[in-house]
Each structure stands twice: as C-alpha cells, then as structure tokens.
C-alpha cells in the first residue's frame, strides 16, 4: 500500500469518525462501541489479563443500553398518554340524538 493510498484510508476514517460516534451514541451503543474497541483493537492483552474487569466493563455497557432504551420507552409512553388525555379532555361531544337503524321508524 502506497502512501496516498495510507492517507486516504486516515482521512476516511477521521471523516467519518464523528457520524459513526453520533449515530452509537443516538442509539445508546457507544459504552459497548468503546468495549469493543479498546477490548479486540488496542488492549487485547490487558483485557486477556484481566478478564473479570473487562467482563464487568462489558455488563456495565449493556446494562447502560437496558436502562438507557427503557427510559426512552416509558417516555414515550408517558407522552403518548399525555397526548391522548388532552385530545380526549378538549375534543368536542358529537351528540346527534338517538340514531335509527335501517328499516326502523320512530
């Protein structure tokens, strides 16, 4: 691989750096993103030496996805019941009376 072909990977890669961040962390998988990378990319051997800090680093990360999804969800939730409340607190009563069925005549 020849030198242009080196700085067009690294330019690459600084370039798109900041939206794969963005979208990790806009998916709440950034701490297991992190885990990943520091675990099989830059410290193997650290995390071969110790695997019971590396394996409580990787639970951390995953519990913070669990609890991070479950707040979102029950905020959505909440506003979805907030929003029904308030369509069903100001919508205006229809009342067109006693209504006949086909073939019946008052």
């Known amino acids: 691989m020849n ?3 080196q700085l067009l990977i690294v330019v690459g890669t600084l370039l798109a750096l900041p939206f ?9 998988l950034l701490p297991l993103g992190c885990w ?5 990319l830059f410290w193997p051997k650290w995390a071969a030496a110790n695997e019971t800090l590396s394996l409580v680093l990787l639970v951390a ?6 609890v991070a ?7 959505k939730k909440r506003r979805e ?10 919508a205006p009563v229809l009342d067109y009376g ?3 069925f086909h073939g019946e005549t008052d």
């Open 36 to 40: 990943l990378v520091a675990t099989r």
């Open 20 to 28: 794969a961040v963005k979208l990790l962390w806009r998916l709440y």
């Open 81 to 90: 019941k907030e929003w029904l409340d308030h369509v069903l607190k100001t």
């Open 98 to 100: 006693q209504i006949a």
């Open 61 to 66: 990360s995953i519990l913070f996805f669990v």
């Open 69 to 75: 999804w479950a707040l979102r969800y029950a905020a």
């Open 3 to 5: 030198m242009i072909q």
